[in-house]
């Protein structure tokens, strides 16, 4: 007969004595499992004493996490962590030295529990710990074991970031130049800057002050790849919080210290692999300096605005500077002003008396107008090619310049996601615009050539105008998935995404997904989509039993942090638990410490429903982390939060957990999927294979042939 599920077999320890086997009852009080123990080794004083894991953790047990404790854990009798605290207090403040050293290293280790950091922060040690910073006497290993401290008790979110002073902001910024050489200071100094800046307001001003970027470029000069990681985060933090109207001034500064050339040549080509850390913090400083095209983005053209007028000017003084000007004879201005009409309808504008009025539409706003002229301007030869070529054509074919690059314009802003927040998820930066001082332009000028060519190859007319930028964002995004290297490398890769190569990957991928709408097809379609429907559902049941690991974020993303959840092979519980890394495979279920039942689970809700998008966040509310968050809830008040890897996951787990609760499964996954299966089932269906004997056994593979002499070598 199995045991109570209430009851749990464990072993525990007490140095000095021999470990103690004992059934645990968690229906009882922790305080009387405690004194039980206690009373056992004629030990006084039980509330004095707290049960802990015995592995690297060494976690307090609590009446919140007594759950955790498995069968065959082993546990170890312990001061209980109001004692432990007063004692590394009392510690840390020796005057030997080595006992300081080893009390600083028991603390940053301790520090990682949040049973042990709230009763040492109730001490004031946060104080004590930016005193002993502020006082500048240790070095070394004490103070990295100081500093590791500091940022594992801050990591709890128990206290605020507010209440640090400008001399300790100071002296962990001095470290940043002093320390260059021990990693372990560095590192976190770093750590400690940036969440300074991303948690306050207050502090991003002080930090601003005392830290340049001119003292962080050298460390992404180095070899060791978590110091550049850091680096760029404290880089990514001051540019995201800095106000609108210093965010530019800073993007100069680091134009000027060469920070895209020198992460180019230090991180994107360095011969190392690009973990997920620094591929995020890449992401994010490409999403911030697109983002600085926001506000001419958002800028309609004044009419009026003489100097902007100019630029329209210089458009067409470029194109048509070999045609002669008019005489000053009476009438003159008349011929001027024709001409202009003339020539602003060869540039492809919409309105040709007055191209200004173009320029009115938010987005693109005044950012086309500034492409048209970069292209102008540095491209000249393929600027002027165009405009003549399609003023030379017969007026139905002529790919209008100016409202294509318009609305190419637009289109570059949203596949760059131009003035959305960055994703605390997203890995995806692309090197090539690493390559260049000014990427969006030259991408522009990339894009409009290869319009150009599109619509060529198109025979397009200007009926035909949408249907041009619908294939033209087509081979750019399917471009761009390659992640090319350089802008030389993607517009190579756009040469083989001719038109015609666009029709047959649409002909194929048709094919593919040819449906069939005859009544009888539709019959059939209805009457197998249920099995279809079963099948899906137990393919993501499946994948629950397999489990996925899902990353903690915290406002220091850096220290990352795993946990993972899985269904039980009956279907009837969900295990989940912290994990030290990302595991390699599947995670037994014995190694999750927290279990939920299916049955105490009342609602899946998703986006911003959940609980921990209310939440207020430096990078809470942007558009893809609500896209891929999702909170179970149970009994009165329980939550467990979600914040899948990818799209495929949040499918994947939406879809399950509402098969458990016996609903619809609605992902788009789901829908694809069916349409897929569905497919396949009717054409399997439909084959004629009447008299054909179908065996159940798969054929044998034939033998290896004598010789291979009927190979031919096509070299």
């Known amino acids: 007969m199995p045991p109570p599920a209430d009851i749990v077999k464990v072993a525990i320890e007490w140095p000095g004595a021999f470990p103690k086997l004992m059934e645990i009852d968690q229906k009882k009080p922790l305080s009387s499992i405690i004194k039980e123990v206690c009373d056992g080794w004629s ?28 069968n065959g854990a082993i546990l170890r009798l312990t001061t209980s962590p109001a004692q432990n605290a007063q004692q590394l207090h009392e510690r840390i403040q020796s005057s030997s030295m080595d006992a300081k050293l080893e009390a ?3 603390l940053a280790n301790y520090s990682r529990d949040v049973t042990f950091a709230q009763e040492f922060i109730n001490l004031d040690g946060i104080s004590l710990l930016t005193q002993m910073v502020e006082s500048g006497t240790d070095f070394g290993d004490m103070l990295s074991f100081t500093l590791t401290a500091f940022v594992e008790l801050m990591d709890h979110g128990i206290v605020s970031w507010d209440t640090f002073s400008v001399a300790f902001i100071k002296k962990i910024a001095s470290y940043v130049n002093k320390f260059a050489s021990d990693i372990s200071i560095l590192q976190r100094s770093l750590a400690i800057l940036e969440s300074m800046v991303l948690n306050s307001h207050d502090l991003y001003q002080k930090v601003a002050q005392e830290i340049t970027i001119g003292q962080l470029i050298p460390h992404l000069q180095g070899t060791d790849q978590e110091i550049q990681t850091y680096t760029i985060a404290v880089i990514n933090a001051l540019f995201l ?9 800073m993007a100069n500064i680091l134009a000027q210290k060469q920070l895209r050339s020198i992460i180019l040549t230090h991180v994107i080509r360095a011969q190392r692999a690009i973990n997920n850390e620094m591929a ?73 008396v007055n191209p200004a009025m173009d320029f009115t539409q938010t987005p693109p706003g005044m950012l ?46 949203e596949i760059l996601k131009v003035g959305e927040l960055p994703s605390e998820t997203c890995n995806d930066f692309h090197p090539m615009f690493f390559t260049h001082d000014r990427s969006f332009e030259e991408f522009f000028c990339i894009c409009i050539q290869l319009l150009n060519k599109t619509w060529k190859e198109m025979r397009a007319t200007s009926e035909d105008f949408n249907k041009v930028m619908q294939v033209v964002k087509e081979q750019i995004m399917r471009a761009l998935t390659t992640k090319p290297s350089s802008l030389d490398q993607f517009k190579s890769k756009l040469q083989n995404l001719s038109y015609t190569e666009i029709l047959k990957i649409r002909q194929s991928e048709r094919m593919n997904q040819e449906d069939f709408q005859s009544r009888p097809i539709l019959e059939l379609k209805e009457k197998i989509q249920p099995e279809i429907l079963e099948l899906i559902k137990q393919q993501r049941l ?91 809830l149970y009994d009165s008040s329980g939550q467990l939060n979600f914040i899948a890897p990818d799209k495929h996951e949040y499918c994947v787990w939406t879809d399950g957990l509402n098969a458990l609760l016996g609903k619809d499964m609605l992902s788009d996954l789901t829908r694809n999927d069916l349409d897929t299966l569905l497919s396949m089932e009717i054409k399997l269906r439909l084959l004629d294979l009447e008299n054909i004997q179908i065996p159940d ?3 044998p593979i034939p033998k290896e042939p004598s010789n291979y002499d009927f190979v031919y070598d096509c070299n």
């Open 43 to 70: 030990l006084a004083n039980h509330d004095q004493f707290a049960l802990q894991h015995a592995d690297s953790s060494n976690f307090y047990i609590t009446e919140k996490n007594r759950n955790e404790i498995k």
């Open 104 to 106: 600083l290293k028991d």
């Open 241 to 249: 919080k800095a106000p609108d109207d210093k965010r530019q001034e």
């Open 280 to 352: 995020h913090q890449l992401y994010v400083l490409q999403v911030l300096t697109f983002n600085l095209l926001e506000d001419r983005m958002m800028t309609k053209m004044d009419p009026q605005d003489q100097a902007q007028r100019d630029i329209i000017f210089e458009l067409r003084r470029i194109a048509f500077d070999a045609e002669s000007e008019p005489n000053n004879s009476s009438g003159s201005m008349e011929k001027r002003k024709s001409m202009y009409t003339r020539d602003y309808k060869k540039l492809g504008f919409i309105n040709h």
């Open 368 to 413: 086309a107008l500034d492409n048209m002229l970069y292209f102008a301007k540095h491209h000249q030869d393929a600027y002027i090619r165009i405009v003549l070529e399609n003023s030379s054509r017969e007026d139905k074919h002529e790919c209008p310049f100016g409202r294509s690059s318009i609305e190419l314009t637009k289109m570059l802003c």
């Open 542 to 632: 499946n994948r629950l039993v397999e489990g996925t690991c899902f990353r903690k974020l915290n406002s220091r993303r850096r220290q990352d942090k795993f946990w993972y959840c899985r269904l039980s092979p009956n279907h009837k519980v969900l295990h989940y638990g912290d994990l030290e890394e990302s595991p390699q495979g599947e995670v037994p279920h014995d190694s999750l410490q927290d279990k939920l039942p299916v049955a105490d689970i009342k609602a899946v809700v998703t986006g911003k429903d959940c609980p921990h998008m209310k939440e207020k966040g430096a990078l809470k509310q942007n558009k893809e982390v609500l896209e891929l968050a999702f909170s179970i």
């Open 697 to 699: 056994a798969p054929p």
